[in-house]
């Protein structure tokens, strides 16, 4: 079994910054992919950033540009930084993780206020 604990949520104004961290621990063995996924009020989980092994990475369209994600393997950690953030970024971000089954963190409340 692998546990997500997510950090870093907050409100903030629109243009600011965040940076969300998810640290992975219990039974891992390998960790494959690691990302993140957003479910603002009323909507669908949805894609936002995911990061492998190797480093590549991947982003939705709508934050391309102004979030980064970054990993640290040695810590089973994955960072997402959120840059130049808008209203509509706010949601509550959740932490995935391939390891190798899929694993979800509780989630971090980020807020955007104009």
């Known amino acids: 079994q692998v546990q997500l604990v997510e950090s870093g949520g907050g409100l903030v104004q629109v243009g600011g910054s965040l940076r969300l961290s998810c640290v992975a621990s219990?039974?891992?063995?390998?960790?494959?992919?690691m990302g993140w996924y957003r479910q603002a009020p009323g909507k669908q989980r949805e894609f936002v950033a995911t990061i492998s092994s190797g480093g590549n990475t991947y982003y939705a369209d709508s934050v391309k540009g102004r979030f980064t994600i970054s990993r640290d393997n040695a810590k089973n950690t994955v960072h997402l930084q959120m840059n130049s953030l808008k209203p509509d970024d706010t949601a509550v971000y959740f932490c995935?993780?391939?390891?190798?089954?899929?694993?979800w963190g509780r989630g971090t409340q980020v807020t955007v206020s104009s």
């Open positions: 219990g039974s891992i063995f390998s960790i494959n992919a």
């Open positions: 995935h993780v391939q390891a190798p089954y899929n694993y």
